[in-house]
């Protein structure tokens, strides 16, 4: 921030926590971190810093670098520049600029949009052509230039997920959300909803409904093999012990109950295979089951990802939400159930719940392998108790994606048994903490 220097090393296994007080710039590094892992420019023009780096463990680092005296900010990856203007043109608006930056930086793409953009907010026809004017004419180092061709690259490798302090309000309807990405929202979306826990119930009922085109597919084309599979199973004579059998027979019925729980497999039309045990006696009939459940097995694993992610969330949430009970499936997404079967829906949970089913929606189904997860006062609305064990929480839910977390938080509960993982600003720092 231009007063000193610090270096915030990463816990390897565990999340790392910063903390400081009202304005010592928490929040601020958590968005630079966002901003230049995604090269959105017209954050960076802004940054409070002269330089600002992210480190990688046998990778090349990424810098955001202002020169003394300069106008122009770089960001370099290894042997790739990027240079632009420190400065935006006055005369284009915010909302123009986030435009510009939706478009990848293309002047071009930007002032086709701009005017169905501009009304569909409700912004005065002559402000939004004094704004394409502004980005067709101004001056082009004051105006965000398209992205390097290395931007894909950088994008592709570096994977980070800001979870802003905002979480539980959709950013299709937040006032904190620039305009230009509540339109953009509207635009994918027609029916927008203030609860970001019925976009997530959403997103969980579509992702279930595409992995079971994908499970259907790839089934059909498994049954059509089964015939050969079995004449094979039969023709080479190998024995299949009881024992084997019976295992396999244990393990492909829990599999179905463990899909089923999640809303994976249909009941009704997932039934378990029922031999019976005098059947087993026979040879040829091992044979024949062992070809089958092997087939059953090969077409659960098309799911197997999405099951991991969906029996971390519901057993999570189950455990933290007792009695409640989370329910999932391919038409509602999730909802939650009382004793009595009395149904309670995402949004009638109450603002704690909210905030904890979102950070876990973001965590398990927005996040690929190794993302950096950045989590801005995660304490909010929490009961201490839940703040308590947060750090533990959040560990075991970045798991299935091997997930690290930075968080920025003012609760000293949430580093209650864990002082080694606190980053504290307020100290005075000029070497690592």
Known sequence: ??????????DPERPTVL?????????????LTAALSQLRVNELRQAPVREFRLEFEGGADLVLLTRRGSDTRTVTWGDSHYRFSSDADGDIPTWALDILDESGGSIQVAADEILEAGLQMGIDRDEIMRARNALIHGNPKSITNKQPEWASNLLSRIKVLFVSDQRIISTE????ASQYQRYASARQARTSTRFAVDAASRNIADR?????????????????????RLITAMTRRRD????????????????????????????????????????LEDSNTRRVVHAVLESNMEKFAVLDNL????STFKEF???????????????SGFRFELPGAQIVTPRQLSSGEQQMTVLAYEILFKTDRETLVLVDEPEISLHVLWQDT??????????PSGARFLLATHSPAILAGSPDLERSLDEAVDAEW
Do not use: C, W
Request: proline residues 3%; positive net charge.
């Open 208 to 228: 279930i409904r595409r992995a079971s085109s994908e499970y259907g597919s790839h089934s059909q084309r498994l049954d059509r093999e089964l015939p050969e």
């Open 19 to 31: 903390t400081g007080a009202n304005g010592s710039g928490k929040s601020t590094i958590l968005r």
């Open 173 to 176: 309807s937040t006032a904190e």
């Open 240 to 279: 299949i012990e009881r024992a084997t059998l019976e295992r396999l027979l244990e393990i492909t019925e829990n599999r179905r109950l463990a899909l089923s729980q999640v809303g994976l497999l249909d009941d009704r039309r997932s039934l378990p295979l029922n031999v019976s045990a005098e059947a």
């Open 307 to 310: 099951e991991t992610r969906l």
């Open 390 to 399: 947060l750090l533990r929480d959040l560990t075991k839910l970045g798991r």
């Open 1 to 10: 921030m231009g007063t000193k220097d610090g270096v915030i090393d990463l």
């Open 317 to 331: 949430l189950d455990e933290r939400f007792y009695p409640k009970i989370l329910t999932i499936d391919r038409r």
